[in-house]
Antibody, heavy 122, light 108 residues
Framework: QVQLVQSGAEVQKPGSSVKVSCAAS????????FHWVRQAPGQGLEWVGR????????KYAQKFRGRVTISADKFTATIYMELSNLKLEDTAVYYC???????????????WGQGTLVTVSS | SSVLTQPPSVSVAPGKTATITCGGD??????VHWNQQKPGQAPVVVIY???DRPSGIPERFSGSISGNMATLTISRVEAGDEADYYC???????????FGGGTKLTVL
């Protein structure tokens, strides 16, 4: 049973950075496709990007390029998302999720983390 | 970049059939998935690749794709089906994931 456990809620000031973690257990970590998705209050889902631990580099939605870094620690089986230069509109619940099939970037997300609320406030 | 269009809301009486649509370019040749999200919870996938139902999802949930439209059908709707539903597509051209705007299903 694959499980994703995310770090706790964060409150950050505009212009600062936040780093959210997602610890994976069960399944094969290195070949999995991990995604980050965010949801602003009362709004829909928005894809931020993804990483496949066995490969170097990540893929990002154009909207976040230059401000987001998604990384994977193969030793601790943990995924990270760091968002810099935070704006008020970055306030959202950030979810990590794992594609159902290994190495499949087109597959649906079979497992989701519980979500991490990031609040950006001055 | 592609856009996925969903109706903001759908209402249905218990026991009836709910139909939620997702419109986008050439969906018939894309990987389309459907997610259900109940208030305060993370999303859960209910349909993979247009019509494949994962284990644990009731047979009342089904999906189809034709041309530029994907459809999620929920038969014999129950109060517990009340949720937001999001279609999801992998755009192979840009190699990124898109979500529809979501549809709020209300059970009357």
């Amino acid at each position: 049973q694959v499980q994703l456990v995310q770090s706790g809620a964060e409150v950050q000031k505009p212009g600062s950075s936040v780093k959210v973690s997602c610890a994976a257990s069960g399944g094969t970590f290195n070949n999995s496709v991990f995604h980050w998705v965010r949801q602003a209050p009362g709004q829909g889902l928005e894809w931020v990007g993804r990483v496949i631990p066995v490969f170097e580099g990540a893929k990002y939605a154009q909207k976040f390029r230059g401000r987001v870094t998604i990384s994977a620690d193969k030793f601790t089986a943990t995924i990270y998302m760091e968002l810099s230069n935070l704006k008020l509109e970055d306030t959202a619940v950030y979810y990590c999720a794992r594609s159902r099939s290994p190495m499949s970037t087109s597959d649906g997300f079979g497992t989701w983390g519980q979500g991490t609320l990031v609040t950006v406030s001055s | 970049s592609s856009v996925l269009t969903q109706p903001p809301s759908v209402s249905v009486a218990p026991g009836k059939t709910a139909t939620i649509t997702c419109g986008g370019d050439n969906l018939g040749v894309k990987a389309v998935h459907w997610n259900q999200q109940k208030p305060g919870q993370a999303p859960v996938v209910v349909i993979y690749y247009g019509s494949d139902r994962p284990s644990g999802i009731p047979e009342r949930f089904s999906g189809s794709i034709s041309g530029n439209m994907a459809t999620l059908t929920i038969s014999r709707v129950e109060a517990g089906d009340e949720a937001d539903y999001y279609c999801q597509v992998w755009d192979s051209g840009d190699d990124h994931v898109l979500f529809g705007g979501g549809t709020k299903l209300t059970v009357l």
